[in-house]
């Protein structure tokens, strides 16, 4: 890829121009013109190297979300992934090598629309019994992804942001924005159509929403297996919860782990602490967790690493209902 490709990749994962012309200020600091970037990202996207350009929200500030995870049958495993696939609030869905073979996550816009998703995943999927495994403290959330190296971008995630109450304008704005800025010259005016709504009141809710921290990145959403990141494993322990913040926030440093964070323990799956690492190779991910766990002193406590085999579905999440564009 030539440089220019490469830092439009690497640089705007974050940090994405929130003006009336994006396109145009990121050519003008790539020396490119602006029809470049517009042609480059459209190349990447059919390519799957984009998933789409946008913003990640903090987990359950707008919505409900969780962890979802299933023992599947392997003779069933293609079956049950794709029904699971069907219900537009589960937007990654993946293979790990554990009995517990089947992960994905659940959004919906509330916890009552997120508690019947899953009865009815149970229930259409026919994947038995689900584990919901629901955040509650971050760590590292989708910080962006350094390309060089697989090492991730800023620091240690923030406090969860509070939980905030939307208007129908701006439960519309999300509901648009996590499909993803078009690639036109002016993509806010284009939300902003889709939602009635001026194209100023649409920069100005977005920047709002980064401040208070609602939006945690804004930016261009890479896929890294096309890049040459195949290998990634989920790694989780079983700590003491009064102890899980400590360990968390050890781990949570160290630019090797994307993603850091505590969940429910449920029946039957006891781990509390989550991180996820990336690597070209399995072996690399082993040789980074091995130097994590001794640098955490997290040596001597129950661990399980998860490595992804297959990738069944990986989109936005959907916190707003899509029957609020439709609305519109």
Same mark, same amino acid.
């Given at each position: 890829?030539?440089?220019?490709?490469?830092?439009?990749?690497?640089?705007?994962?974050?940090?994405?121009?929130?003006?009336?012309?994006?396109?145009?200020?990121?050519?003008?600091?790539?020396?490119?013109?602006?029809?470049?970037?517009?042609?480059?990202?459209?190349?990447?996207?059919?390519?799957?190297?984009?998933?789409?350009?946008?913003?990640?929200?903090?987990?359950?500030?707008?919505?409900?979300?969780?962890?979802?995870?299933?023992?599947?049958?392997?003779?069933?495993?293609?079956?049950?992934?794709?029904?699971?696939?069907?219900?537009?609030?589960?937007?990654?869905?993946?293979?790990?090598?554990?009995?517990?073979?089947?992960?994905?996550?659940?959004?919906?816009?509330?916890?009552?629309?997120?508690?019947?998703?899953?009865?009815?995943?149970?229930?259409?999927?026919?994947?038995?019994?689900?584990?919901?495994?629901?955040?509650?403290?971050?760590?590292?959330?989708?910080?962006?992804?350094?390309?060089?190296?697989?090492?991730?971008?800023?620091?240690?995630?923030?406090?969860?942001?509070?939980?905030?109450?939307?208007?129908?304008?701006?439960?519309?704005?999300?509901?648009?924005?996590?499909?993803?800025?078009?690639?036109?010259?002016?993509?806010?005016?284009?939300?902003?159509?889709?939602?009635?709504?001026?194209?100023?009141?649409?920069?100005?809710?977005?920047?709002?929403?980064?401040?208070?921290? *609602?939006?945690? +990145?804004?930016?261009?959403? /890479? %896929?890294? =297996?096309?890049? $040459?990141? !195949?290998?990634? &494993?989920?790694?989780?322990?079983?700590?003491?919860?009064?102890?899980?913040?400590?360990?968390?926030?050890?781990?949570?440093?160290?630019?090797?782990?994307?993603?850091?964070?505590?969940?429910?323990?449920?029946?039957?799956?006891?781990?509390?602490?989550?991180?996820? *690492?990336?690597? +070209?190779?399995?072996?690399? /991910? %082993?040789? =980074?967790?091995? $130097?994590? !766990?001794?640098? &955490?002193?997290?040596?001597?406590?129950?661990?399980?690493?998860?490595?992804?085999?297959?990738?069944?579905?990986?989109?936005?999440?959907?916190?707003?209902?899509?029957?609020?564009?439709?609305?519109?």
């Amino acid at each position: 890829m030539d440089a220019a490709g490469f830092r439009l990749l690497n640089d705007f994962q974050r940090g994405f121009p929130l003006c009336e012309r994006p396109y145009l200020e990121i050519a003008q600091r790539l020396g490119q013109s602006e029809h470049w970037v517009l042609a480059k990202l459209a190349r990447l996207e059919l390519a799957g190297v984009v998933g789409r350009i946008g913003a990640v929200f903090a987990p359950n500030t707008i919505g409900a979300s969780t962890l979802v995870a299933a023992a599947v049958p392997p003779e069933a495993l293609e079956r049950v992934a794709q029904a699971v696939n069907r219900f537009p609030e589960v937007n990654h869905n993946y293979e790990r090598d554990h009995a517990f073979n089947l992960w994905f996550v659940v959004t919906a816009a509330d916890s009552g629309r997120l508690a019947r998703t899953l009865a009815a995943i149970e229930r259409q999927a026919q994947c038995g019994p689900l584990l919901s495994l629901p955040l509650l403290e971050e760590y590292r959330i989708d910080l962006g992804f350094d390309l060089r190296d697989g090492h991730t971008q800023g620091g240690a995630a923030p406090a969860l942001a509070a939980r905030v109450a939307l208007d129908r304008g701006e439960q519309c704005l999300v509901a648009a924005v996590e499909e993803g800025l078009l690639l036109v010259p002016r993509p806010y005016a284009a939300l902003a159509d889709c939602c009635g709504l001026s194209e100023k009141r649409v920069l100005e809710t977005l920047q709002r929403w980064q401040v208070q921290g *609602l939006i945690r +990145r804004f930016g261009v959403i /890479v %896929r890294h =297996r096309p890049l $040459g990141f !195949r290998a990634n &494993a989920m790694v989780v322990w079983d700590v003491p919860d009064a102890a899980a913040r400590g360990f968390g926030l050890r781990l949570a440093a160290d630019p090797r782990v994307s993603l850091c964070y505590r969940r429910a323990r449920a029946e039957r799956w006891n781990y509390n602490l989550y991180c996820m *690492l990336h690597g +070209r190779e399995e072996a690399q /991910v %082993r040789e =980074r967790l091995a $130097g994590l !766990r001794r640098a &955490a002193g997290l040596e001597s406590f129950p661990c399980q690493v998860l490595f992804s085999r297959r990738s069944f579905k990986q989109t936005a999440a959907r916190y707003a209902p899509l029957e609020v564009l439709a609305d519109a």
